[in-house]
């Protein structure tokens, strides 16, 4: 759960970096994910899921943005983005 915890800190930081708008609330039984709200970048991240649960909607609502590419981030966060964007997690 640490490296959890801390991919998932590293992906906030990098939305965070390329202007997405980051909420996380209760959800209830919605997932979360991105979404556009007046023309800028959103996710919206469940609270009631677990951080690996989030730290995947997360990383799904990134993958797409091809500026993600140019952003610095760790190895195990490049794993993790890449068993994403291969349509399974590596929990």
Sequence with gaps: MPDTLGLLEEALQ??????????????GELPGGGCMIGGTKHVLLNLEHAPAERLDHLLAALVADPR????PKSRLLEDRLRA??????SR
């Design 68 to 71: 993600l590419a140019a952003e």
């Design 14 to 27: 990098i939305a965070r970096d390329l202007g997405y708008h980051v909420r996380e609330e209760p959800l």
């Design 84 to 89: 994403v964007s291969d349509g399974h997690s």
